[in-house]
T-cell receptor, first 113, second 113 residues
Framework: DAGVIQSPRHEVTEMGQEVTLRCKPI?????LFWYRQTMMRGLELLIY????????DSGMPEDRFSAKMPNASFSTLKIQPSEPRDSAVYFC???????????FGQGTRLTVV | QQQVKQSPQSLIVQKGGISIINCAYE??????FPWYQQFPGKGPALLIA?????SEKKEGRFTISFNKSAKQFSLHIMDSQPGDSATYFC????????????FGKGTLLTVNP
């Protein structure tokens, strides 16, 4: 398996634009997680899904953030409208069960100017 | 509220030396303590993990020491190598019906040749 695949690797956008980050989890994994990493706040869990259903989105910072998982092999994290403070590295991770190892993708570095 | 406190923020060790990273937690519901290793441009990857029913776990040059009464755990890297240079994150997990994997802020380890 190629691991968790995220796209794009880098995204530069202007403030106010819509940004969509994409994730393909490892096949067979029932859990998918979206994390955000910044120097100030470290790694923060934004939302996670179990069998394509959002379970906990309490980490989503604002209504400008939304996430979907239309099927077992694809998830998106959307920011609309984007702001400079959204600049961070966004990671997607997946795991078989809730308490087994989470495998992380390589991340998407988002810069909002 | 930072539930997992990690120190130091950065650490410089000579090749062959011992690297020690410490973490402390407050939530007694945590029942799984993984350490993640992250290289630049990559996502975090599970390095080693421990459950609170044991006081120590060793895998090669990496050892976790766990002190349940003090609510502290640490990572020891013996015979540190330049290839160990990375950011290390401790984490704590509380399971049950609501997944929560809380990360420390990370320690940037540099091993000089």
């Amino acid at each position: 398996d190629a691991g968790v695949i995220q796209s794009p690797r880098h995204e530069v956008t202007e403030m106010g634009q819509e940004v969509t980050l994409r994730c393909k989890p490892i096949s067979g994994h029932d859990y998918l997680f979206w994390y955000r990493q910044t120097m100030m706040r470290g790694l923060e869990l934004l939302i996670y899904f179990n069998n394509n259903v959002p379970i906990d989105d309490s980490g989503m910072p604002e209504d400008r953030f939304s996430a979907k998982m239309p099927n077992a092999s694809f998830s998106t994290l959307k920011i609309q409208p984007s702001e400079p403070r959204d600049s961070a590295v966004y990671f997607c991770a997946s795991s078989w069960t809730v308490n087994t190892e989470a495998f992380f993708g390589q991340g998407t570095r988002l810069t909002v100017v | 509220q930072q539930q997992v406190k990690q120190s130091p923020q950065s650490l410089i060790v000579q090749k062959g030396g011992i690297s020690i990273i410490n973490c402390a937690y407050e939530n007694t519901a945590f029942d799984y303590f993984p350490w993640y290793q992250q290289f630049p441009g990559k996502g975090p990857a599970l390095l080693i993990a421990i459950r609170p029913d044991v006081s120590e776990k060793k895998e090669g040059r990496f050892t976790i020491s766990f002190n349940k009464s003090a609510k502290q755990f640490s990572l020891h890297i013996m015979d540190s190598q330049p290839g160990d240079s990375a950011t290390y994150f401790c984490a704590a997990y509380s399971g049950g019906s609501n997944y929560k994997l809380t990360f420390g802020k990370g320690t940037l380890l540099t091993v000089n040749p």
